[in-house]
């Protein structure tokens, strides 16, 4: 142990002699014990962070423990782990690193050991973070230091038994050396924290932590924790989310002993969510409104309740069946508040009609659903239709469902079955899903569900959404960047297949120019009047195009209160 920091053996020898954090835990399951120690530099900046963990009944084959080394695209801490040390009642183990690719977006990093374990193991290991990492547009994994604080998921930097056993989970922090007046948190809760339930791996994965400067905020079984500024005050957002938190438990019958939501900024991709094991994360930046942080909370925060079909939300190749998870957290997103009274009419309407414009000016509204994994990542209108597709389809099936059983039973019924078929440890899958709609639509609508996923064009009754509102169409313009939008995947970022009269040419725009920048499309596709402004890199010169990324008009659907029907 002599090649590990100070701190790092001081976590060490603290797992060893650790009193639990509470007394209340599952007796018959094994433990599990994180102890993490954020370290700052000169400059107070979190550049370092001391990990421990230690696990009872450890695997007994050769593969002992893993970590991502990507996660749906994104880079982990895998490669900037430093004194990496595995022990056991014997003393150190020795191991060797094996690499595994899972799919195009996801690879695996496995410990094998070298001999037979002996009792618990502890695995201790620091990390390095380099403070000046460039922001990202993907999912807000990676452990990132800003804004005097330090966050990121469980699977970017924890390495966890290589098994499916689930443990007891505790997480401790030691932070002497954070600063003054620094915080940790984490899905557990505030401080140190004991899960109620023992937790599997997938789930301790899907955990989130952050610590130093961060602001703090508590309600009950709500706890919020943010690191960074918004524009506003950050606790009247995190009071409406434990309202909206407690209306979830109460809709889908599921209460957990506690909810966190953490959030972080994000210049380059703010609004960004990602949902968790009984928490989930958010970027947000100064220009982040309320009213913009409000909806995606709601949409975040049904993930917590539902995930997706199989558990697939984030796991590899879970893309194919994201317009499960994706599709049920748009429509509920604006269903729940409003019928919660957190939003008024005016705000639903608003969010369903980003949706509906979004989808149906879609040029690429037909693509099939097995071909969204492959295109999710390199074409923002292929990304968005599990949400655009999938929430309209369930507003559809809610509609038929309310029709075919005379307003007896509706969508949220279904859901709600499903949820309590997994609660007793069955599986929430495809094949429950079909013999379920079948119970309620026969035959019409699994061949209606069959063709959904073939890419066919979904429409909700005009009054899917109740009686006092209607649909209507309206003229609005495709997203159009007007160049091949591949080459944004690529390093160099080179302009090429410029559309001859496009609004990217018109605005000076030229193939062969190198784009400099990143920016979100997701959001910019469902605002007709959003503008992009592109830094260009031109034979030396460096310059700005500004211009509205549409292209030809079509007729889309939207909705709108019935003029009869009482306001708010």
Known sequence: MKSLSYSLVALTAGLLTATPVCTVRAAEAPDLSI????????????????????????????????????????????????????????????????DSKLDADNTQRTWLA?????????????VLIDPQQPEQARPQYELRASDGGLSGGGNAFLA???????????????????????????????????????????????????????????????????????????????????????????FFDQRPASFGVFA???????GSGIGLTDS???????????????????????????????????????????????????????????????????????????????YYTNALIDTPNDEIPAGFWKDTRIRVLPYDRGSLYF?????????????????????????????????????????????????????????MLGGAGVLPPSDAFGPCFERVTKPLRRFDLGFDPLILTTPDRIVSGLKP?????????????????????????ADQNATLTLQIERDGRQFEVTYMPRGETVEAYQWQAKPACPSD
Do not use: C
């Not at 789930?203 to 919020?224: C, H, L, N, P, W």
């Not at 069955?426 to 609508?445: V, Y």
């Open 501 to 525: 009269g496009s609004a990217a040419e018109a605005a000076g725009l030229r193939n062969g120019d190198r784009i400099r920048n990143r920016f979100p499309q997701d959001a910019m596709q």
């Open 264 to 270: 972080r900024t994000n210049r380059l991709n703010p």
């Open 35 to 98: 102890w993490l120690a954020p370290i700052a530099d000169e400059n107070g900046a979190l550049t370092r962070l001391d990990v421990a963990i230690r696990f009872e009944d450890p695997p007994q084959d050769a593969a002992l423990a893993s970590m991502a080394v990507t996660a749906n695209t994104v880079e982990t801490s895998a490669n900037a782990i430093a004194a990496l040390a595995f022990s056991d009642a014997r003393g150190l183990v020795p191991v060797v690193a094996h």
């Open 160 to 250: 966890l038994p290589a098994d499916e056993i689930a443990r007891n989970v505790s997480v401790h922090w030691d932070l002497s050396r954070a600063g003054a007046g620094a915080k940790g948190v984490s899905s557990l809760g505030p401080g140190d924290s004991r899960s109620s339930k023992p937790w599997s791996v997938e789930e301790i994965a899907s955990s989130y932590y952050m610590a130093g400067k961060v602001g703090t905020f508590s309600r009950g079984a709500f706890f919020g924790t943010w690191q960074g500024q918004f524009g506003f005050d950050g606790t009247e957002l995190m009071g409406w989310a434990a309202r909206l938190q407690q209306f979830y438990g109460d």
């Open 395 to 451: 507003a559809t099936v809610d509609a038929q469902i309310r029709a075919a059983s005379q307003g007896k039973r509706s969508l949220d019924d279904i859901v709600r079955k499903m949820l309590a078929v997994r609660r007793a440890g069955h599986p929430m899958d495809m094949a429950l899903w079909k013999e379920l709609m079948g119970q309620e639509l026969g035959t019409q609508g699994l061949s209606q569900f069959d063709a």
């Open 280 to 358: 989930f994360a958010f970027t947000f930046s100064d220009k982040t409104t309320l009213e913009d942080l409000e909806s995606l909370l709601a949409h975040e925060m049904v993930h917590s309740w539902i995930n997706s079909l199989s558990n697939s939300m984030d796991a590899p190749g879970g893309l194919a069946l994201s317009w499960f998870g994706e599709g049920l957290a748009v429509h509920y997103q604006r269903m729940l508040p409003y019928r919660a009274g957190l939003i008024g009419r005016q705000a639903f309407l608003d969010d369903l009609n980003a949706t509906a414009a979004r």
């Open 114 to 126: 070298q001999r037979a374990i002996s009792g618990p193991v502890t695995i201790a290991y620091r």
